[in-house]
Nanobody, 121 residues
Framework: VQLVESGGRLVQAGGSLRLSCATSGRSFSLYGMGWLRQAPGKEREFVAA????????FYADSVKGRSIISRDNAKNTVYLQMNSLKPEDTAVYYC???????????????WGQGTQVTVSS
């Protein structure tokens, strides 16, 4: 599975953006999908995850209520809508896939290259 993120950019605090992750392969529905992020000097941390059928979603406390993860299995794509952005959301955001499961830790099988999100104050 190859993952390609897009949508990262510079945005002002309070703004919104939507990250997308397009995947290759014919088995997208076999993978739980997640978004994780890594800020400079910090460890990679969980942001949000969604089950294979989209029926279950999980969020880190830091983004809960401000973010929505979704997936379109027909388009092999997962999204992360982020609202009310804060400077502390600044990080490289990674899309990740976990075969036959979903994780709220960095325990994923496949990773994208990351997309930079910068939130200015």
């Amino acid at each position: 599975v190859q993952l390609v993120e897009s949508g990262g950019r510079l945005v002002q605090a309070g703004g919104s953006l939507r990250l997308s992750c397009a995947t290759s392969g014919r088995s997208f529905s076999l993978y739980g999908m997640g978004w994780l992020r890594q800020a400079p000097g910090k460890e990679r941390e969980f942001v949000a995850a969604i089950s294979r059928d989209g029926g279950s979603t999980f969020y880190a406390d830091s983004v809960k209520g401000r973010s929505i993860i979704s997936r379109d299995n027909a388009k092999n794509t997962v999204y992360l809508q982020m609202n009310s952005l804060k400077p502390e959301d600044t990080a490289v955001y990674y899309c990740a896939a976990k075969f036959l499961g979903v994780a709220t830790t960095p325990d994923y099988n496949h990773w994208g290259q990351g997309t930079q999100v910068t939130v200015s104050s």
